[in-house]
């Protein structure tokens, strides 16, 4: 049992153009019996959020390479990428490196 | 392994994720917060500090930068060049004696005329980025890429370089030793507030002069016709890469700037060297994604952030608040298989994720190329080098080369069969027959030569345009060549181009009429010995 989960999302580095360019997103994430898991919430986000070209943004159960993520300023890859469960007031940000510098 | 979409499920083991917090290798007491390369985890000082070191150590490794010399930072507003500026601002305003010494300037070239962008949209991100360089307090010069139309034709030549001393270790030390000695020599206190007060002062002026003139829409539609003119998304990205490097390349010149620094990160340039392999630019791999690019001569490109993954900088933007800009470019949003460079990329990255040290391998390949003859090489004739990207011309090879075969295998696949007078050493293969009867009366003294009339005679004779835009082949190198291919309407380049392109073609005409007059450089030699 989880209660709803308010959850802010940040874009960056191209990412935004996807989203309205709009950087900043507080979401709320619905109530449902499991707690929510970083592989929902981008399923959650590829229905809810985009607004086009999904393949940019996820590819199969993942990002699509070159999309970084950080969970409250700090990689995934060290919170267990996919199945790290949310929290509530998390920070999750997506930082794509596609556009050089 | 060569499939497109290969599945390793099952067979590859699952990269190990770890669940508890891992502390840092490096101080292995604080928490990591990030993962670098395959599996370091790193706490954010360590991190800090890791990251300011690779920069500072990367310049010191390459001793190419002088202190006092003045050097042009290529900030486009991306993660990677406004990384590069940050890393320049902390290496100068450190007071340890190691610190950087140079004064730094910085140029942005807004290109939103080739990529469709809208006047507001442009101001928007000049002004963005305008405060950002405000704030480092540099000079700093925004040029649009419309004012490529009006260069002079002097920034297709390779100047000589500046500095004829050869770039020892030696000659480095001795050079900083005495620049410290003149340092302190100075009042120590009012040193730093001299170099402050004279900075400030130019950039008051500067910053009139940083704006440059406003830019007319015919020339956005002039640059926009260019642009519309080119077929393939690859050739426009090679010829936006081309213009914008002669853009730099003459503010740098004109503004005193002997170095110009480009942002090129690790990942960048692994998808640089190979999608250039695919363009057929391998002859100069070395230069095009080595630490520093010699070929202009007086003014020398270099890339400290090359060994930077892209993944380390995006956080180390994140981190601690590195403002940047995102300028959507030409390929953004693009399909997959839009253009070589694009689809170089996916490529790249997608087998970066699997195999993590993909980029890194194809780095250390790089690393190992170096250019093969020593770069200021006075006895190449200047026509020597391509019109476009003064790298060395690789098409006037013999009668049996490779590249002949190409020529004559694109000559046969053609409709159309080979045209009178054609030869396979020819410049201009499957010209149609028309056009030499339309020449009318040729004055050129080499009145006999069909090649001499099919070919254009530059300023012998008032004849059309179109002898010119063949002759344009000619004169650039094997990759260059396929982009202007691509290109529908060869007039629509920007009149440098054209006029160093006729020039260049008389020349070479007036010194085949006079070759038989001429010593090569061995017979010379002899003489002199012989007289001797």
Known sequence: ?101 | MCQVDEEYNGQLEHRVTPRVSKKCVKCKENTAVLIIRAGDAFCRGCFKEYFIHKFRAMLGKNRVIFPGEKVLLAVSGGPASSSMLSQVQEGLSRDAPKKLRFVPGIIYIDEGGASGQSMEERERAVAQLESVFRATNYHYHIVHLEQVLSLPSSVLEAGSSATEKPQTGSSYKAAVDQFIQTKKNQHPDLSVENAQSHLSSLSMQEVENGVTSPITPEHTQALQRLFASVRTLTAKEDLLHTLRLHLILHTARTQGYTKVMMGDSCSRLAIKLLSNISLGRGASLATDTGFSDPRYGDVVIVRPMRDYSSKEIAYYNRMFDIPSVFIPGLDTKAQDKASIQHVTESFVTKLQTDFPSTVSTIYRTSEKLHTACPPQNTNTQPFAKCLLCVCALDTKLEEFSAYQATLISEQLSQRRGPGPGFTPGAAAPGLPPASSASQGQCYSSGGGQHQGCMTGEGGCCSSAKKPETVDLKSLLCYSCRLTIKDMTAEDALPQYILSEAERRKRRSQMREEISEFLLEEDEAILSVNGSL
Do not use: C
């Open chain 1, 1 to 101: 049992m989880a209660a709803p989960i308010a959850i802010h999302l940040e874009f960056g580095g191209g990412a935004e153009l996807l989203f309205g360019s709009v950087k900043e997103h507080h979401v709320t994430l619905p109530n449902q019996s499991a707690p929510w898991d970083m592989k929902q919430l981008l399923v959650w986000i590829r229905g809810n959020m985009l607004k086009e070209r999904p393949e940019l943004f996820v590819q199969g159960d993942t990002v699509r390479p070159g999309i970084l993520v950080l969970i409250n300023d700090a990689d995934w890859e060290l919170m267990g990428e996919l199945e790290y469960e949310l929290q509530d007031k998390d920070n999750v940000v997506f930082i794509s490196t596609l556009h050089g510098g």
